[in-house]
C-alpha cells in the first residue's frame, strides 16, 4: 500500500510544480493547494499505514504496542489542513482582489512596479 501512496505523493508533487511555473496566478495557487495535499500526504505514508491497532495505548502498558500507526503525523496533518486551508483562503482573496485592479491574472502583465518601458536596473558593478 505504502508503494502506491509514495508514486501518488510524486504525482502530487510534479503536478504542484507544473502547475507553480505557469503565469496565470489561478494556476499558481492551485500548485500551492497541491503541494500542501503533496506534503500531508507524505506526512501520513510517512507514519505507517495500518489500520489493524489504533495509535491508542491499551489498558496497563507504558508504551504503544509494536505494529501500530504512528499518532504524531496524524496530529500534524490535521494541524497543516487548518493551516494550508487558511492559506488558500487567503491567496484566493489576494488573487481576486489583484484581478480586480489589475484586469488580468497574467503575472506578465502585473508590472505596475517595473514598466516595460523603463530600463532594467544595473545587472553588475
Do not use: W
Not at 63 to 92: K, R
Amino acid at each position: 500500500m505504502e508503494p502506491a501512496f509514495a508514486i501518488l505523493v510524486g504525482l502530487f508533487f510534479a503536478a504542484a510544480i507544473y502547475l507553480m511555473l505557469s503565469k496565470f496566478t489561478i494556476r499558481i495557487m492551485l500548485g500551492v493547494a497541491i503541494l500542501g495535499n503533496a506534503v500531508n500526504l507524505t506526512l501520513f505514508t510517512a507514519g505507517r499505514l495500518t489500520r489493524e491497532i489504533p495509535p491508542i495505548i491499551p489498558e496497563g502498558l507504558d508504551a504503544l504496542p509494536a505494529g501500530t500507526a504512528n499518532p504524531l503525523p496524524q496530529a500534524l496533518i490535521l494541524t497543516a489542513i487548518v493551516i494550508s486551508f487558511s492559506f488558500l483562503a487567503f491567496l484566493l482573496v489576494l488573487t481576486y482582489r489583484a484581478y480586480q485592479d489589475l484586469k488580468t491574472d497574467n503575472t506578465d502583465e502585473m508590472r505596475l512596479a517595473e514598466p516595460r518601458e523603463r530600463p532594467l536596473p544595473p545587472v553588475g558593478y
